[in-house]
């Protein structure tokens, strides 16, 4: 039971990124899904949340307007779509499951589980 995030690479800065957060063994569907990265020499940081229930959001202050979650349960994937890249959101990007009943806007990593292989994002001219 675990997720996989993909779909990171190298990007100039002012460009786009969608990631994609697969499970492998289990459905995405009961579950809300956070996204966190971690750049270099600094803590894991919480980036965005999806309810699993009324779709409801959340996004840190730093990716507001820029970055945007979705979900499509009909292919167990939840999606980041990063617009406006900056160099300071360099970071291996995760995704994990919110233990149920936490809210949505919490982004603390002990609440959250099914931690898979991160993927590379590099914003860089």
Known sequence: VQLQAS??????PG????LSCAASGFTLDYYAIGWFRQ????EREGVSCISSSDG???????????????RDNAKNTVYLQM????PEDTAV????????GTLIATMTYDDFG????????TVSS
């Open 56 to 70: 409801s959001t959340y996004y840190a202050d730093s990716v507001k307007g820029r970055f945007t979650i979705s």
């Open 7 to 12: 779909g990171g690479g190298l990007v100039q």
């Open 15 to 18: 460009g786009s990124l969608r």
């Open 83 to 86: 617009n406006s890249l900056k």
């Open 114 to 121: 099914s931690w898979g292989q991160g993927t590379q994002v």
């Open 39 to 42: 750049a270099p020499g600094k």
């Open 93 to 100: 990007y995760y995704c994990a499951t919110l233990r149920p």
